[in-house]
């Protein structure tokens, strides 16, 4: 069952699903562990520990995780968190509307030109198209420079550095205002809630 969809103009459609983590895990295990997602800090998982980590999301009441299509074919991961509940706790000054997230694309070779921006502005689109979500906060490695440069083009802006247990990470935010300045894209609402909303009255590694 998607939860979202997005044609793009020169790339055709983009949708989500809900991940599941039994079914999904040999397929998410050749992702992450291969040489281009360094970055996801899982080169070494087995197929296992893939479906533990991702049980464990999905019985998160603050975090949850997506599997992301490409004209019907698995082609990214995109998992979302409440940044006052994961991730970020004591690093960020949460509010109500912020919604962390983390976006991995699936190894194609050849490299589509343009493919990773596509995604990352359907995850985006996603996340905006609830009316609640004011904020997107995103906390990639500061040595990711690929990422940043994909998230300064979809609008987000540099908070500062934060110390995490596994890494530097550059705090980036952007608004609904500065992601439709960035891309013209102005999110349908329509999508699931954001997990941990219920919480907040108002209310996303790469």
Same mark, same amino acid.
């Given at each position: 069952?998607?939860v979202?969809?997005?044609?793009d ?17 040999p397929?998410l ?7 281009k997602a360094?970055?996801? +800090?899982?080169?070494?998982?087995d197929?296992? @520990?893939?479906?533990? @980590? ?6 998160h009441?603050h ?8 004209r019907g074919?698995?082609?990214f991961?995109a998992?979302?968190?409440d ?6 706790v004591?690093?960020?000054d ?9 976006? +991995?694309?699936a190894?194609a070779d050849?490299?589509v ?8 502005t359907t ?13 997107v906060?995103? @906390?990639?490695d500061v ?7 994909l ?5 987000f @802006?540099v908070?500062?550095?934060v110390?995490?247990?596994?890494k530097?990470?550059l705090?980036s935010i952007c608004t609904?205002a500065?992601f ?12 699931a809630?954001v997990?941990?909303?219920?919480a907040?009255p108002?209310?996303a590694?790469?």
């Amino acid at each position: 069952m998607t939860v979202f969809t997005r044609v793009d103009d020169r790339l055709g459609e983009f949708a989500l699903r809900p991940l599941d983590p039994e079914e999904d895990a040999p397929l998410l295990h050749r992702w992450v562990t291969h040489p281009k997602a360094t970055f996801w +800090l899982m080169q070494d998982a087995d197929v296992a @520990e893939v479906t533990r @980590e991702y049980r464990r999301i999905a019985a998160h009441p603050h975090h949850d995780a997506f599997l992301g299509l490409h004209r019907g074919r698995p082609a990214f991961l995109a998992e979302r968190y409440d940044p006052a509940h994961v991730e970020l706790v004591g690093l960020h000054d949460a509010r109500p509307g912020d919604v962390g997230m983390h976006f +991995l694309c699936a190894p194609a070779d050849p490299p589509v030109h343009g493919f990773t921006r596509a995604v990352i502005t359907t995850v985006m689109a996603w996340l905006f198209a609830d009316p609640t979500t004011r904020r997107v906060v995103v @906390e990639p490695d500061v040595r990711n420079t690929a990422v940043h440069a994909l998230n300064a083009a979809v609008g987000f @802006e540099v908070v500062g550095t934060v110390a995490k247990p596994e890494k530097q990470a550059l705090l980036s935010i952007c608004t609904r205002a500065r992601f439709r300045a960035a891309t013209g894209t102005d999110p349908v609402p329509g999508t699931a809630p954001v997990p941990g909303a219920a919480a907040t009255p108002e209310g996303a590694s790469a």
